[in-house]
């Protein structure tokens, strides 16, 4: 094949750390906001494997299909937008808020109108969203810093180095330094005592949910969820494809990510989503024609890691909970800072803060969770006292 003859050295490097940081800060994140919400090892493993298979079978073929790095894996933001719903809501019924997420970005998708409606939507008061649901994330580094020194100031202090040092952060990015170093922290303090039970003999068996749909789950997560997947998650994608001088199909992703999540669904995966940092590594070298590739090496790697899933759940939830609160943290650091930067400049300033403090209040209206709370009294803030932002959306 002659995707065997695009590869490089360097691609399949890329590819490598790619995979990584995919397996490494993001699961930390599944793994904080399903032991949050009572979620079994059971139903973690089974999640995992959902969002790792599913992407990578849609992956490999818009790799093959386009040329281009497409890889997709699940949306962050959306996954932490369901720990609060969790304490209200029973896992079956946030599955049917997946499907139903799905099944609405597969239409817009195949209606054509996911680039006017990502055009339209207000960014900062989505990022305001944002910043509000990933808050808490860098709220439990800093309690990690207080309650396990040990742990999580050796991976803090990796990060900042690296992080300070661009040209051996290109060899070894941060997050995986940081990763590295707590596990090395979390055996010297705490010992490796990992009981894998009978994780091994269910390695490759999901389980298969019977979904509830439920008014409440309805209108508290499907339109945050299709909003986080389209303009904020596949939006950043795009983004750093075109700046790589590709072209990526807006609304066939769109259309991929609707069938994808309700596949993943089916057995607890997180929505789908065309991944901003991903792509970014796979495409930051080389002849842009041979990009693809590297996108089909991220794909190759991550079977085998979804059919383990079993066992790399028990492993990541006998860590510390210093260990997991870091490496999360951590991976959230730069895209709060973003969301940051994105909300608080510019227009909408005034919607955004709104939002971004009904979000974090936690607030609860008839059953429905602040994110769509927030949305909602931002917008309505813009439209009362920011009327003229909204005239530079048409």
């Not at 596949?234 to 309700?262: D, R």
Request: glycine share 10%; proline share 6%; net charge neutral.
């Amino acid at each position: 094949m002659s995707v065997f003859k695009d590869l490089s050295p360097q691609l399949i490097s890329n590819a490598f750390v790619a995979f990584l940081f995919a397996a490494s800060g993001p699961v930390a994140i599944i793994l904080s906001v399903g032991a949050g919400g009572r979620l079994t090892s059971e139903e973690l493993a089974s999640w995992i494997f959902g969002v790792f298979i599913v992407n990578a079978a849609i992956s490999l073929f818009f790799c093959l299909k386009y040329r281009q790095p497409l890889s997709f894996f699940w949306t962050i933001p959306g996954t932490v937008l369901i720990g609060p719903a969790l304490d209200h809501l029973t896992f079956p019924e946030v599955i049917g808020a997946f499907l139903a997420t799905g099944l609405l970005m597969a239409v817009l998708g195949l209606s054509g109108v996911v680039g006017r409606l990502m055009k339209a939507a207000p960014m900062p008061i989505v990022m305001g969203m944002v910043a509000g649901v990933f808050m808490q994330f860098g709220l439990n580094w800093i309690g990690a810093l207080r309650d396990d020194a040990a742990i999580a100031i050796p991976m803090t202090v990796a990060f900042i180095a690296l992080s300070a040092l661009p040209r051996l952060a290109k060899a070894m990015p941060p997050l995986i330094g940081a990763l590295i170093v707590g596990i090395a922290a979390w055996g010297i303090v705490h010992g490796f005592n990992i009981d894998l039970g009978d994780s091994v003999s269910r390695v490759g068996l999901p389980l298969v949910h019977v979904p509830e749909f439920s008014l409440q789950a309805m209108v508290e997560l499907v339109v945050p969820l299709a909003i986080t997947v389209l303009v904020v998650q596949n939006g950043q994608g795009f983004a750093v494809l075109k700046s790589a001088g590709h072209e990526p199909p807006v609304n066939a992703i769109a259309v991929a990510c609707g069938i994808g999540s309700m596949v993943a669904g089916m057995v607890g995966g997180a929505s789908s989503c065309l991944t901003g940092p991903v792509n970014a590594i796979i495409s930051a070298d080389g002849p842009k024609e041979k990009h693809y590739a590297a996108g089909v090496v991220v794909a190759l790697l991550a079977i085998p890691f979804g059919l383990m899933a079993p066992v790399f759940t028990k492993v990541m939830l006998a860590a510390p909970a210093a260990f997991i609160a870091s490496l999360a943290g951590l991976a959230m650091l730069r895209v709060l800072q973003m969301a940051f930067m994105t909300a608080f400049q510019g227009r909408f300033i005034f919607g955004a803060l709104i939002t971004f403090l009904v979000t974090v209040s936690d607030l609860t209206i008839f059953n429905i969770g602040a994110a769509f709370w927030g949305l909602v009294f931002g917008v309505v803030a813009s439209w009362l006292l920011e009327r003229k932002d909204f005239e530079t959306l048409a």
